[in-house]
């Protein structure tokens, strides 16, 4: 499976871009969909993304139970992945993430995040906020449930990204690349909105923009994922594993 | 040719200096207008400023027609490039970026950039604001078309700068030393009178300050890109390479 | 002591992580209490965190007094420490820092800093501000007797973070790790907070989720130190030591 | 005079130092009086500070001449330094920088910079804002004459700081260590007053505070000069150079 053996490198490279981006901290996670097989994916054992390495990649069914019980450290949060794996076919990366830009606009009560750059189109015109209080207060705010997973999930619903009430962020996307960008420029949009927002009035991008663009496509090839992998240092290693 | 070798090195150090100053990231762009030969550019191949080397380097007639049609990847915002070149024989340098800092001043409906601080006197007093919302709502905001790309020229008209409503700016300069302090001095401009802006009525700099500063003269000695040039770790291997 | 050498390596690895974190700069120190003796604790002579060795870290007694009087450089605020380990005995390390991110909280007089996101939690509902204008204006703002201490520590009480009016704050935790993680996390939350404040009326953490909550356990293998040693070079330079 | 030789690696560390820690960028600068010969200064040749050698430094007497016409570039704007040298025996080294944060509050009509938190004590209780155009309308912003330092010097007055409308800042100190000292925390100050202002009233030092901080004494081995060089990474050099 040589096809699966790239892609799970491409993984290990898109946690290291996530943290050297600033996306992710000490905490935050990005799983990608078994190539050839829907019903499982992989995510890092419980580790930051930061150090993660080949070794540290797991392969979990859509309940977030781990295919191989070696006693690993596995993160709490699992449930947002596998169940947005059930809902979502068309989704194939999903990146969970407490990004600092992107947090106010979690809690912020009369304002929301919107794209209004073109390179932003994809985060979508519509960005849901979960709020872990409206069913959820007894257990806490962290999403370790399949019941909070699936919750968080119809909260989505078709959108690109949602914003977990004073937590942080889920996005989607059909692939790692996908997924990576969109959460790159989430970050950007909601930085650059904060700063604009300060200037009274603003243009946003309107429907048919966000329509119109939806960002360029994105793959192993892509300007932008081969910008962000020289930037962590990933590319020159890649060129020695390969 | 030596001259022309060593302003394509010169080029190819401009997109270094422009990425690790955080005027482009992914995207963006900067072309030189070929010294010998006014209807001609250069430009890189379609790939991350950060990235670009000698061999990337492309050349193209003002039509933005590739001269070699080796079939590399290309900018699709190459008009930019071409229309400002022919309707400005004063300009051998056009930088097309996102700078974060600056986008916000593309749309606000109420403010507009303007220098405040001597070193920014070269962005000048008057930058316009082209929308392609204006004329070309159907096709989209990227200036992929010569026709996109001969109307924001005549917006931008005689100014240095020209901002792109919900995208970023373009910057032009007598040469690529000019065009890059520009660029860089509008995005501290930006990030300044961002915080400035907070403090309540300011002063600016007047039309007269304006004219009897312009910035320093700029070129392959001159101080900042000398500066730029070890930042970027670019003075190094020039002194390699020659 | 096998124990005492690894846990005064991790202390001057905290040392390390705060000052690449951004926490502590050429000022700010942080200690540890002994882990056989309770009446005595560790902290660095007199030098930045960034370039604390194991060669540099002293003993003290509660009272501040160095048990070996070898005519190091001491910082004069020892009593911070030595106050807090006594009147805390669930205590076992102190930080005092200036991030910048935290200090307007110390001097605004009708704004509080809050936990808003679920990670900062630890820092606590309440967060006490001591100001050494109202009871020792003639001797100046520095911690540098028992009697400021005592206060300060007073004044704290069973919270896990004071502020000190326009000086910074003091962090505390049961470990080092503790300490450590809830000063990166107060600062994080202090940017967010000031970013997220200018939206309007904004939702906090409440009472129940602080407490569900209160941040993931932490300890020399969790995964938040693992990666703030990581980001600061020390997991290579631990690995050749041990 | 191995002194001397001494002092001359500091000055070329300090321009190392102010250009890392962001005070100055491509353009801004550092002199030091002669130690033996108070009528005499050193300053680098026009360089930016990143880039400055022990090779690159002149000397120059206090109406701005050097002292060896050996025709290298010289910063047009030496005569702040010879000017202030001239009025302030007291004062033994100058920093001229365009630092981000501190530009604001040169332009700003109702608000003034004030140390709000200990460690910036230095700055003092009144910085006076300097305006060229008060009297130089006619030649420009540039202090390039000596009629332009001398009227510069005297709004200084007794002054740590004066800020310069539209341009930046000049810092004093007794000695290198001084300035350097007062420039980073001015720049800290100003970023820090900035956040802090958006909450409304805040405390500010008041001029007991001032008076009995002042900030720690600074030397060639203070604790800060030596956190700044190993930042810097001149601590290792100077190692090997001595």
Known sequence: M???????????????????????????HISMRHPERPDRFFLAAG??????????????DLECKPVLADGH?????????????????????????HAHEVIPYSVAKTVRLRPLFITAAAIGAEIPVWDS??????VGMLVTTMAQGHDL????????VALLRGHGSVVTGKSIYDAVHTAVLLRDNAKIQTEAMRFGEITYLDEGEI???????????????????????????RGEGR
Chains 1, 2, 3, 4 share one sequence.
């Open 73 to 97: 450290t596995m993160y709490v949060e699992r449930p947002i992945h596998g169940a947005i794996f059930q809902r979502r076919p068309d989704v194939n990366s999903v990146i969970h993430n």
């Open 133 to 138: 209080r409206d069913k959820f207060r007894d």
């Open 153 to 160: 999930a119809q909260r989505l619903d078709r959108a690109s």
């Open 2 to 28: 040589p096809d699966l053996a790239a892609a799970l490198r491409d993984l290990v490279a898109a946690n290291h871009i996530l943290a050297h981006e600033g996306i992710v901290h000490a905490y935050g």
């Open 47 to 60: 580790c930051s993304p930061e150090t993660v390495t080949l070794d540290d990649i797991r392969e979990y």
């Open 211 to 237: 329509a119109k663009s939806g960002g360029p496509p994105q793959g192993p090839n892509s300007r932008a994922w081969k910008y962000w992998l020289a930037r962590c240092g990933d590319a020159r290693r």
